[in-house]
């Protein structure tokens, strides 16, 4: 048969239309550059101004990490960026540095007062005497007890300043109200300062001067020589921190110790000043750009690989249906309810139906014409027959599986018999 | 736009430049420096690609294929632009188009053609489309690629496979016998007189007329003696009869069986029955329906039967309605006057089911010869065959009830005057074109 004859479908092949090159602009589904970005103005403009936004409020709301105590630039209450401008408006050159070895060769200059905050106990024993005799004046900030033993400086740390009771008080990170202190010592900037207000931790000494005495918390701060240089232990060390350097005395002692010699090298230890190599320095300085590498080329791939080859055909597939749903479901209620009975009458239904086809019985034929048919047949005892055939009330699954046998067996002994061919599966084709 | 692998290749040697240069320069501004050479390098390879958009594309695709054979669909891509075009092309067909290859690699020099051939070989019925053509045309550095979608619809229409062409032969064959255009003359009942010949050895004595014999020795022998010739008559099956068939379309036509779904199965029986029919000289009507009339191909002849029937099954697929049987005997009747015969092809499951066909049958069985054309599960007698396990046994009770619930239906049919045919969907075909043969030959149409 011929599947092409003629009929509207015909036009299948296309002829070349002149208004078609017209109408592919417009064909065209992939939107133009100019579009794209026409389109995700808006977006790109909302985010960028969030972005602005935030970056604008992070500025004027100054930095957000933990705010470094007596740190030369830091604006927070312990921060002590007040005394360092006015020393800088004093016309003292203040220089500050982070590491140790910066911090040693910014003080070769004769006339330099160098001050070593270590809040953060980062200097070891074996860096702590390098800074002694660097400068005319070492002006050590809150000096834990090992760094002093390092130094082999006279003082011991007593007790923190204006302490309660129970011996506890915050020294540093936040800027008490303190103690008030009298300068009770010949120390001209001391004298000067009459009497500060500050907290901290006390020291006591033997050999050097004691300043601010607090009685047994020790002293606010203690000067010392060591070597023809000067050494100023400053316990009461929030003197020097913008929220505090307002009250009583706190300036002048500030600006009295610091503004001595016409350089100050203000000195905060910083993790770069640990011994141990870090992995950061172990490794290559090329490593960082290269993982930036490996992640935009990993962008890249991914961009290549997930580029579209332009948009899924969307397909309606027509509803199919299996067909043997309804069996399986009433075969699983059978199977649930325990209904063996009514499972065997089915099955004894289907046997007898077939049995009456293949002895040619018609389809009228009744269960007992059957039964003698398949007896003559077969040569079986009509009553073993009938009690399998109708009578048997089968008790359980076994014994409906083991009657289901025995029906499948007899449908086959009666093929056989009749001479059908029993290797021949049937179609289900029923012509009658 | 799109990347290609050399892209992401060319950033990831960036590695050698920024280990390199570590030394001489700071990494990070070499590997800045190097994304950046990339990145130009890439704009400089986009702005040098032919533009997919100035493409003029054409489409030539064959009408219509039968389903299992391959068709061609031919795209013409014309380049009027200046710059070569380098690239691959997507011929974005349906997935049931089975469209092959789906990519193709083209190049088209400036101001030519050329024609990239897509084999389509769908596996599902009705008209397939295409929507669009996605070209890619990469510069000549390989880093870049240039992508436009152009809209660009096309169809074909795939027709039923009608497998069942294959019992034709064998079924004309038959019809052969039946026409009495071999030697066999069995006078059967029915049968209409076709005309009158001269005796020849091998005929059956009962068909001599004697009449027709007595007129014509009155004439001339073949000897010019007045000569005793025997004439006998021969006869022929009926002829101009109509055949009716009804397809149901409806939910149930949708159930899949043995890989076939029902509405395919009877279009496969329909189409076989159409084509020895009109060779046995019948009139053959169809009508597709379910609460309206789907498809209808009436008084069509000939070479121009099977291509109309094709032509009006292939886009019918099954609805998820349930059929109105209340309108049947109204669409017969407005297709066909005389007494025909009405192939309905339609489910005979469960007695509940089809309630409302065994209503309207009566009004049918009165004035025409109707002929219920069912499909049997096979599933259901392997399944009530197979005795195994406990679960087994029951499936096979289930099985069992299914089949003598068809039993019990087709039975109720037979009662209302009608006749069964049931078969598994690929033996159903051929047992339709069977029993129309019988009709003929018993003559009952």
């Known amino acids: 048969m011929s599947a092409t004859g003629t009929g509207p479908a015909d036009a299948g092949l296309v002829e070349p239309r002149d208004d078609l090159n017209a109408e592919l602009s417009t064909m065209v589904m992939t939107p133009t550059v100019r579009r794209v970005v026409r389109r995700s103005l808006f977006w790109a403009g909302s985010i960028g101004g969030a972005l602005t936004l935030g970056v604008v409020i992070l500025g004027i709301g100054g930095s957000t990490g933990e705010p470094r105590p007596y740190a030369a630039d830091e604006t927070a209450p312990v921060g002590s960026r007040a005394v360092v401008e006015v020393l800088r408006d004093a016309g003292v050159e203040v220089t500050v540095v982070d590491r140790l070895g910066d911090a040693l060769e910014a003080a070769l200059l004769p006339g330099t007062t160098l001050l070593v905050a270590d809040t953060r106990a980062i200097l070891d024993a074996e860096q702590w005497p390098r800074v002694l005799n660097a400068a005319e004046h070492l002006v050590l900030v809150e000096p834990s007890q090992p760094a002093l033993d390092a130094l082999r400086i006279d003082a011991l740390t007593a007790r923190p300043l204006g302490a309660d009771e129970s011996g506890l008080a915050p020294t540093g990170l936040v800027a008490t109200e303190g103690i008030e202190l009298e300068a009770g010592c010949s120390l001209p900037a001391a004298r000067r300062a009459l009497s500060i207000l500050a907290s901290g931790t006390g020291y006591s000494t033997l050999e050097g001067t004691a300043c601010f005495d607090a009685g047994q918390d020790g002293a606010g701060l203690i000067r010392l020589t060591v070597e023809g240089d000067d050494v100023t232990v400053l316990g009461a060390a929030t003197v020097l921190q913008n929220g505090s350097i307002t009250r009583a005395g706190n300036a002048a002692l500030a600006l009295g110790l610091l503004g001595e010699h016409e350089h100050l090298v203000w000195y905060q230890p910083s993790p770069a000043d640990i011994d141990a190599l870090t992995p950061a320095e172990l490794a290559p300085d090329w490593l960082n750009p290269l993982a930036w590498l490996a992640v935009l080329v990993g962008l890249a791939a991914a961009v290549w690989r997930g580029r579209r080859f332009g948009p899924v055909v969307i397909e309606n597939l027509p509803v199919t249906v299996k067909t043997t749903e309804t069996m399986e479901g009433r075969a699983r209620l059978y199977a649930r309810e325990g209904s063996r009975l009514r499972a065997l009458d089915a099955l004894r239904v289907g046997t007898l139906r077939r049995l009456a086809e293949g002895l040619a019985l018609g389809r009228g034929a009744g269960v007992d014409d059957i039964i003698t048919a398949v007896a003559g047949i077969t040569g079986r005892d009509r009553a073993s027959l009938r009690a399998l055939l109708v009578d048997t009330l089968p008790t359980s699954d076994r014994e409906l599986v083991v009657l289901s046998d025995q029906l499948a067996a007899l449908e086959r002994l009666v093929a056989r018999r009749v001479g059908l061919d029993d290797s021949d599966p049937s179609t289900g084709r029923m012509d009658a | ?445």
């Open chain 2, 1 to 445: 736009m799109a990347i290609t692998g050399w892209f992401v290749l060319l950033v990831a040697l960036g590695a050698v430049p920024v280990v390199a240069l570590s030394t001489v320069a700071p990494a990070g501004l070499v590997l800045l420096g190097w994304l950046a050479l990339v990145v130009v390098l890439a704009g400089l390879d986009l702005a040098l690609a032919a533009s997919p958009r100035a493409l003029h594309l054409q489409r030539q695709t064959d009408a219509r294929v039968r389903l299992t054979e391959t068709a061609r669909a031919t795209l013409l891509i014309s380049n009027p632009t200046r710059r070569t075009l380098r690239g691959r092309i997507r011929d974005a067909w349906e997935p049931s188009a089975g469209a092959r290859p789906s990519r193709h690699t083209v190049v088209v020099p400036p101001g030519e053609r050329r024609a990239v051939v897509t084999e389509l070989t769908p596996w599902r019925r009705g008209e397939r489309r295409a929507l669009h053509v996605t070209v890619r045309a990469r510069g000549p550095l390989r880093l870049a690629e240039r992508q436009a979608s152009i809209r660009l619809p096309g169809a074909i229409t795939v027709l039923p496979e009608f497998a069942a062409r294959k019992h034709l032969p064998s079924r004309l064959a038959r019809l052969r016998e039946l026409d009495g255009r071999t030697s066999i003359m069995v006078r059967g009942q029915g049968t209409e007189f076709d005309s009158l010949r001269e005796y020849v050895r091998g005929d059956d004595v009962r068909s001599i007329d004697w009449r027709a014999t007595a007129r014509r020795s009155g004439g001339p022998g073949p000897d010019g003696r007045p000569g005793q010739t025997l004439m006998v008559r021969t006869w022929r099956p009926e002829r101009d009869r109509h055949v009716v068939v009804v397809v149901d379309s409806g939910r149930t036509a949708a159930a899949r069986i043995a890989d076939e779904t029902r509405i395919d199965t009877a279009f496969e029986s329909t189409l076989l029955l159409a084509a020895l029919a009109d060779r046995a000289g019948d009139r053959v009507d169809v009508a597709v329906f379910d609460r309206r009339v789907r498809g209808r191909v009436q008084g069509a002849r000939g070479a121009a039967l099977l291509p109309k029937l094709v032509e009006m099954m292939a886009p019918i697929d099954p609805e998820l309605i349930e059929t109105d049987y209340t309108a049947v005997p109204g669409l017969v009747r407005s297709m066909t006057a005389q007494r025909s015969l009405v192939v309905l092809c339609v489910p005979l499951e469960s007695p509940g089911a089809t309630r409302s066909l065994l209503a309207m049958l009566p009004q049918l069985t009165t004035r025409h010869l109707v002929l219920v054309a069912a499909v049997t599960d096979p599933a259901l007698l392997e399944a009530a065959a197979a005795r195994d396990d406990r679960a087994a046994v029951y499936r096979a009770a289930a099985a069992e009830r299914a089949l003598l619930d068809a039993e019990r239906v087709a039975a109720a049919v037979r009662r209302l005057g009608g006749d069964v045919v049931s078969a598994a969907p690929l033996d159903l075909p051929p047992a339709v074109a069977d029993r129309y043969l019988a009709y003929k030959a018993a003559g009952r149409l």
